[in-house]
């Protein structure tokens, strides 16, 4: 069964069209060519419609589409569209393909990692102009930044321009940017299109590099990173009040990316994660947050919560005991063991 499968993705993955037909009509067994293709995937979780879209095969990508009704809006194990991964290999074909088909062209992973920022990060710019031509959010947020962020922090410039012309938002020029991050190629292709910052004394390729990195110019950018800091914790605190866990990942997201070392932002993203019912980044927080406050009993609480959500019932155990040898007369804590143990004994 496995070898038939893994012929049947091959298939697939190599474009050849005709084989795949015959494969999926043996393996069918009755229950129609779409169920079968759907329950079709690899280890990872990546189906039949994905790696036609990542390999830019037309013929197999219409064919599951047009006459097998597959929804192109499917996503794998991760969380990524065909469309996404088709953006992520670059392959303008299926891209083009899926945008004609009507494609969610915003669809992103539980992360908030979209096509834009798929295509900002590898600096696909014919990509990129093609998805901010259909009016979409330049400056959407994701766990690890805006599109902008990203391209950014990976010196890709001319992604960084066609971001700006679309009104990205961001706190220095592309020329800081590229000079904070250490790229003086960059640097020198960006100094002559480039105002005049009327702050920088010398106004020159080295003295734009000196400059940002003076200790004056760092302190300033801690401050700023101060008030960013602060203000995605209330933004995080506003959303989750209003139920709006993924935004309330977001700023929490940010916040971490400001300052990684505070286990509250942790916890309290592992929690917006728990609120989804994804186990897996709410206890890779919690972890996270017990490392850096091992004498917090809540740390131990989101473990718990997590191992939960993952039918790890034995671990949920254990982690809410912990929290119980910091607090014992925590009532959460107590309640919180005594409903793991009952969905452990509900398995046996």
């Given at each position: 069964m496995?070898?038939?499968r893994?012929?049947?993705?091959s298939?697939?993955?190599?474009g050849e069209?005709?084989?795949?037909?015959?494969?999926l009509?043996?393996?069918?067994?009755?229950?129609g060519?779409a169920?079968?293709?759907?329950?079709?995937k690899?280890?990872?979780g990546?189906g039949?419609?994905h790696f036609?879209?990542i390999k830019g095969h037309?013929?197999?990508?219409?064919?599951?589409?047009?006459?097998l009704g597959?929804?192109?809006?499917?996503?794998d194990?991760?969380?990524?569209?065909p469309?996404?991964?088709?953006?992520?290999?670059?392959?303008?074909?299926?891209?083009?393909?899926l945008?004609?088909?009507?494609v969610?062209p915003?669809?992103?992973?539980?992360r908030?990692?979209?096509?834009?920022?798929?295509?900002?990060?590898?600096?696909?710019t014919?990509i990129?102009?093609?998805?901010?031509?259909?009016?979409?959010?330049?400056n959407?947020?994701?766990?690890i930044?805006?599109p902008?962020d990203?391209?950014?922090?990976?010196?890709?410039f001319?992604?960084m321009?066609?971001?700006l012309?679309h009104n990205a938002?961001?706190g220095f020029?592309?020329?800081?940017?590229t000079?904070i991050?250490?790229y003086?190629d960059?640097?020198e292709i960006l100094?002559?299109?480039?105002?005049?910052?009327?702050e920088?004394?010398d106004w020159?390729?080295?003295?734009v590099?000196r400059?940002?990195?003076s200790?004056q110019a760092?302190e300033?950018?801690?401050l700023?990173?101060?008030?960013?800091?602060?203000e995605?914790?209330l933004?995080?605190?506003d959303?989750f009040?209003k139920?709006?866990?993924?935004?309330?990942?977001?700023?929490?997201?940010q916040?971490?990316?400001i300052g990684?070392?505070d286990a509250?932002?942790?916890?309290?993203?592992?929690m917006c994660?728990a609120?989804?019912?994804d186990?897996k980044?709410?206890?890779?927080?919690?972890?996270?947050c017990i490392s850096?406050?091992?004498?917090?009993?809540?740390?131990?609480?989101?473990?718990g919560?997590?191992y939960?959500?993952l039918?790890?019932y034995?671990?949920a155990q254990?982690?809410f005991?912990?929290?119980?040898k910091?607090?014992?007369?925590c009532?959460?804590?107590?309640?919180?063991?005594?409903?793991?143990?009952?969905?452990?004994l509900?398995?046996l």
């Amino acid at each position: 069964m496995r070898s038939r499968r893994q012929a049947i993705l091959s298939a697939a993955s190599s474009g050849e069209l005709d084989r795949l037909k015959k494969l999926l009509a043996k393996y069918d067994g009755g229950r129609g060519l779409a169920n079968t293709v759907r329950n079709i995937k690899d280890d990872n979780g990546v189906g039949i419609i994905h790696f036609a879209a990542i390999k830019g095969h037309l013929n197999v990508l219409k064919y599951l589409i047009e006459e097998l009704g597959l929804d192109f809006n499917m996503k794998d194990e991760k969380g990524k569209s065909p469309f996404l991964h088709a953006t992520t290999s670059g392959n303008l074909n299926t891209f083009e393909c899926l945008l004609e088909k009507g494609v969610d062209p915003e669809s992103s992973t539980s992360r908030g990692y979209s096509p834009l920022h798929c295509a900002a990060e590898k600096g696909y710019t014919e990509i990129l102009t093609r998805l901010l031509s259909r009016g979409i959010n330049v400056n959407g947020s994701s766990e690890i930044g805006t599109p902008l962020d990203l391209a950014a922090n990976l010196g890709q410039f001319e992604a960084m321009r066609i971001l700006l012309d679309h009104n990205a938002n961001y706190g220095f020029t592309p020329l800081e940017i590229t000079a904070i991050n250490g790229y003086r190629d960059g640097v020198e292709i960006l100094f002559p299109v480039t105002s005049r910052i009327t702050e920088y004394a010398d106004w020159s390729v080295g003295g734009v590099i000196r400059h940002v990195h003076s200790d004056q110019a760092k302190e300033q950018r801690k401050l700023k990173a101060k008030e960013r800091f602060h203000e995605a914790k209330l933004c995080g605190a506003d959303a989750f009040k209003k139920q709006d866990y993924f935004q309330a990942m977001i700023c929490y997201s940010q916040a971490n990316e400001i300052g990684p070392h505070d286990a509250t932002v942790l916890s309290n993203r592992s929690m917006c994660w728990a609120r989804m019912k994804d186990g897996k980044p709410a206890l890779d927080d919690a972890i996270a947050c017990i490392s850096l406050r091992p004498d917090w009993p809540k740390g131990y609480y989101r473990a718990g919560v997590a191992y939960n959500l993952l039918k790890r019932y034995s671990d949920a155990q254990k982690a809410f005991l912990e929290g119980l040898k910091l607090s014992p007369n925590c009532q959460e804590l107590k309640d919180a063991l005594r409903e793991a143990v009952q969905a452990q004994l509900k398995t046996l």
